[in-house]
Structure formats: structure tokens, C-alpha cells
């Protein structure tokens, strides 16, 4: 009898035992779940995708995989001009310089230099996995609101460029638009305008051509790197002389289907779905205009004897990139029909300044760009 009631006993026990465990694993795992759940709410997957809905309650999903555009050069290379051209298709948003990228992306670029601040960052965890994913969050999120939304994404700041290969690993799919023009035009340009730029001095031609031949250096250079299927070169002077055959050519690299509004992008700013322009960009008052031969050749007469002599060695880029540096004035090539008729219409002034613009275009503004 004892033997039988200890035997009771010690089956009672394990039974209790077993229940409490099976009840304390119950609890362990829905703990498991609660905490899960909460981490999910805390933290964004990192293919979580941006939804967003147009005035016509379309909705669009914007994801690191997207086919993103990205815009670039040196300023007063013709960007604003490109997107503008761009913006007009009616499946792309571009969209004002958001000026806040290319200024992170170059904070990301000094921690990666600096070996000490480096270490610091990734004893606290703060790894550069965690920055990448920090980053892709962060510029998507910027590109994507401060705009309306469109089936096509495109950004422009000009030194966002200066980080191509550090984006196209970002942003697998995305290509970019690096546009190119004569250093010497560009250059002329922003000492005329006065556009302030990080570095540039505005009262030496010899100094920004200098400071030009650095930046579109590092840009061409990270261009080829990423390779042709991924970064197109445009030519400011072949998108101006000859706009239809350029914007063909831009079009299919993009695999955006052709619209011939990117032909006619002054007829869209300010219109619902059309072209959004800034009352302070520098380039505002001359986009306004149709494409046309107008600032194409400015500079010629105006760069000092010196500095023109001294040209192939102050800039050697602009070999490399197909000017001559000694050609005063170059030969471009001829424009199409189309663009001289623009250019007769500017002449004139028969070209409107939008409603939204009117009084707030003033062409000596200083206006500051950098790097």
C-alpha cells in the first residue's frame, strides 16, 4: 500500500510538474510575440515600402528597389534645365533641389574617412550597415515627399554625383544623369551670376576652373565606374543644340516611354502635374524660357588672357571630356529648326514668366550652392 501511494504521489508531481512547464513555455512564447510585435512597431523593416496617393487617390509604393534618377554636375552645367525637361513627361517628378542630400551623403563620406571616428561608430554598434540602411531611408524618404507623387522618381542636386557609386549600391536600380558642360561656360556663368559656391572663388577664373576641373573629375570618374548601362553623360551644349535627339536618347536610357512634352517644358511650369519651379534657384529665370542658344556661348571674350593661355593645364578635363581648351570660340555644332526658332522667340521676349514667378525672378540674387 505505501509502495502504491508513493508511486501516486510521484506520477501527481510529474503531472503538476509537467503542466507548469507547459504553462510557463506558453507564456515564454506569447512574451516572444508581444515583444516581436512591439520591435516591428519600433522599427521599420528595411523593405518596407513608402506609400503615397496623388490628388486623384492613385497610390504609389516607393522602395529602395525603384528605378530612381538621379541628376547631377557641376552647377551651371544645365541640371536645372534637365530636370525641368524631365519634369514635363507626365509619369516623372523631379522637383526643386532638395539642397539637404547631397550635404548628408557627404557627412556619411567624411565618417567613412575618418578611421577614429569610424572605430567610434562601430564599438557603439552604429555599423555601416545600420548607416546604409539609415541613409536609403532617409533620401527616399526626402525624394518622395517633398513633391507630389509620380509613377517616376527623379533627384537633382548637382554634387549629389560626387557620391554615384556609394547610391548605386544604396539603390540598385537607380541610373543617373550627369550632366557636362564646357568648364569655361560654366565657370563664366556662376562669376556673372554671382552663385556662391563652397570653395569657388567667384573673383579668379583661374580658381574656379580649378575647383571645376576637381568636382567634374570625381564625377566623370564615378560615372564610368558604375558604367554606361547605369550613368549617361549629357552634353549641355548637344541638349540645347539638338533637344529632340538628345531627350530620345536620355529617354531610353531611363526606359521611360517618349512624350513629346519634354520638348516643351516652359509650357508646363506652375500647372497642376507639369513643371514646379523655385522663386530662389539661381537658374529659375532661364528656364522659364524655351531650350535656346542664349547663354551658350556667354564666356567668349570674358576669361583674361592668362588664364586662356594657361587653359590645358588649369583644366585638363576639358580635353578629356572632348572640348578644346584652346578653341575661343569652339565650334558646338549647328542647331536643329526648332531651337533657333526658340531662340528668335527669347530675343523678342515672347516667352511668359508664370503667374506663380512673377516678382520674385531677380537676376542679380546671390544665391549660395554647396558641396
Not at 507626365?90 to 569610424?118: D, F
Not at 544604396?170 to 563652397?198: E, Q, Y
Not at 552634353?235 to 517618349?258: N, R
Request: aromatic share 6%.
Amino acid at each position: 500500500m505505501r509502495v502504491t501511494m508513493r508511486r501516486v504521489l510521484l506520477v501527481l508531481g510529474s503531472v503538476v510538474a509537467l503542466m507548469v512547464t507547459l504553462h510557463l513555455g506558453q507564456q515564454v512564447l506569447e512574451c516572444q510575440q508581444v515583444l516581436s510585435e512591439r520591435r516591428h512597431r519600433l522599427m521599420r523593416p528595411e523593405n518596407e515600402e513608402l506609400v503615397m496617393m496623388d490628388s486623384n487617390h492613385v497610390e504609389y509604393r516607393y522602395s529602395k528597389e525603384m528605378p530612381l534618377i538621379f541628376i547631377g554636375g557641376v552647377p551651371r552645367s544645365g541640371t536645372t534645365l534637365m530636370r525641368a525637361m524631365l519634369d514635363a513627361h507626365p509619369e516623372v517628378r523631379c522637383g526643386e533641389e532638395t539642397r539637404i542630400i547631397p550635404r548628408v551623403l557627404a557627412m556619411r563620406q567624411a565618417w567613412s574617412k575618418s578611421g577614429r571616428e569610424k572605430m567610434r561608430l562601430d564599438e557603439a554598434g552604429v555599423t555601416d550597415q545600420v548607416l546604409d540602411a539609415a541613409m536609403q531611408a532617409f533620401i527616399l524618404e526626402v525624394i518622395a515627399k517633398h513633391g507630389e507623387p509620380a509613377r517616376y522618381l527623379c533627384n537633382k542636386d548637382p554634387f549629389t554625383l560626387k557620391s554615384s557609386v556609394y547610391l548605386s549600391r544604396l539603390f540598385p536600380n537607380s541610373k543617373f544623369l550627369l550632366m557636362v558642360r564646357d568648364g569655361r561656360a560654366s565657370v563664366h556663368s556662376m562669376i556673372t551670376r554671382k552663385v556662391t559656391i563652397a570653395g569657388f572663388d567667384l573673383n579668379s577664373y583661374r580658381d574656379c576652373l580649378t575647383k571645376w576641373n576637381k568636382a567634374i573629375e570625381v564625377m566623370y570618374s564615378q560615372c564610368l565606374e558604375i558604367g554606361r548601362a547605369r550613368c549617361l553623360p549629357v552634353y549641355y551644349e548637344q541638349l540645347v543644340l539638338h533637344p529632340e535627339q538628345s531627350m530620345h536618347a536620355i529617354m531610353k536610357f531611363l526606359d521611360i516611354s517618349w512624350s513629346d512634352t519634354v520638348l516643351h517644358h516652359e509650357e508646363l511650369i506652375g500647372k497642376p502635374g507639369g513643371v514646379s519651379l523655385s522663386k530662389i534657384e539661381r537658374s529659375t529665370d532661364q528656364v522659364i524660357k524655351p531650350v535656346n542658344l542664349e547663354a551658350l556661348s556667354k564666356w567668349i571674350g570674358h576669361i583674361p588672357g592668362d588664364v586662356l593661355q594657361d587653359m590645358a593645364h588649369i583644366a585638363p578635363m576639358l580635353a578629356r571630356l572632348g572640348y578644346d581648351p584652346y578653341a575661343n570660340p569652339p565650334n558646338y555644332g549647328h542647331p536643329d529648326p526648332l531651337v533657333v526658332n526658340n531662340t528668335h522667340r527669347v530675343l523678342k521676349g515672347d516667352y511668359k514668366t508664370p503667374a506663380n514667378l512673377k516678382g520674385h525672378l531677380q537676376v542679380t540674387q546671390n544665391t549660395s550652392s554647396s558641396h
